[in-house]
């Protein structure tokens, strides 16, 4: 006689064995076609500048040893970015800096403040620090990309050194590469003896977190190519005390935008060293969250951030306090320029 429990609990384990079979897939192809290629230096940081100019948009080709079609579009969406942003620095920006420096002038001359806010002489060194800063956007993008190109190549590729002979242990994200097939390949779906019910919600888990970081990384660079075309408005923003905040806010979040990769990459580093998917989910969901808190840009109100107490760390809170009194005034001594007479 058939027992329908036991009917029902192989017709259980099977469509479980099949569901589990079916997101291991799913996470092997979304870290090998999706989040590895993101991670690849060429993807994360596209060449702002060729040789030194201003990149044509004709497309170019960005060989690469891992899917070398991502860095080509990557560099394409680059390319496009940077050449917005200097037809708005030509036709937006520089315009607005000359009427500014125009009204301001008249504005001296008939003995008058600009809006209120500070004479034309205090307004010079900003007038010509916020478009000197705007012509040289590109070039310190450039510059960072450069910089940060090469710091990140240590963790995507490893030092790769030498130790009496035998290569280091430490070999990068790209030793990952294979990360998930190299480890599922033996994977036992029934590990935890619940007919696979268990081992179904982990990788569904893991695979819901692999899908947010992947969110993360395709924002991260549609927000760099954003950052791009509007650095120029954001010096423009500088020059004016009102809107200060909104320029400094822009360039900063450009930074953490760029830099954000390394701290992910290195959580990341992690998924070698335990092999349990309860483990990765907590992997993934760090490595996307993590930025936000090593962010130097200004944050909502209440949310913890490392410009809230590196400063502090390093150069010590009463040396800290007592530049902020200085530069703002409170010592007698004033670094900023006046704003309708007060500070």
Do not use: C
């Not at 800063?133 to 790769?160: H, P, Q, T």
């Amino acid at each position: 006689m058939f027992d329908i429990g036991q009917i029902v609990n192989a017709v259980i384990t099977q469509i479980f064995l099949s569901l589990n079979l079916l997101l291991i897939s799913g996470i092997g192809v979304l870290w090998q076609f999706f989040i590895f290629p993101f991670l690849n230096p060429n993807f994360a940081f596209p060449y702002p500048l060729n040789n030194g100019n201003i990149p044509s948009l004709k497309p170019l080709y960005v060989p690469s040893t891992f899917s070398p079609g991502y860095q080509t579009y990557a560099q394409i969406g680059m390319d496009f970015s940077v050449n917005i942003s200097v037809i708005i620095l030509n036709y937006i920006v520089v315009p607005f800096f000359s009427i500014f420096l125009i009204i301001s002038a008249i504005s001296y001359l008939i003995n008058h403040t600009f809006f209120g806010i500070e004479r034309f002489r205090e307004y010079i060194p900003r007038i010509f620090a916020g478009i000197v800063l705007a012509y040289s956007s590109i070039f310190i993008v450039d510059a960072v990309f450069y910089i940060a190109r090469i710091i990140y190549s240590f963790i995507y590729s490893g030092f790769n050194l030498v130790w009496s002979g035998f290569p280091s242990p430490y070999q990068g994200i790209i030793s990952l590469q294979y990360w998930p097939w190299n480890y599922f390949l033996n994977f036992n779906l029934s590990v935890y003896g619940t007919n696979g019910l268990l081992e179904f919600l982990i990788l569904l888990g893991l695979f819901s977190s692999m899908i947010v970081f992947t969110i993360i990384l395709v924002m991260r660079i549609i927000w760099i190519y954003f950052f791009i075309v509007v650095l120029p408005i954001g010096s423009l923003f500088l020059m004016i005390p009102r809107t200060e905040n909104l320029g400094k806010s822009i360039w900063l979040t450009f930074i953490d935008k760029s830099f954000e990769i390394f701290f992910m990459g290195i959580v990341l580093l992690f998924l070698g060293f335990i092999m349990d998917p309860l483990f990765w989910i907590a992997i993934f969901l760090v490595a996307s969250f993590v930025p936000r808190f090593m962010a130097v840009s200004p944050k909502i109100t209440g949310t913890i951030s490392v410009r809230n107490f590196i400063p502090s760390i390093i150069i010590g809170e009463k040396f800290l306090g007592t530049s902020k009194k200085i530069i703002s005034g409170g010592t007698g001594i004033n670094l900023l320029p006046k704003i309708g007479g007060k500070i």
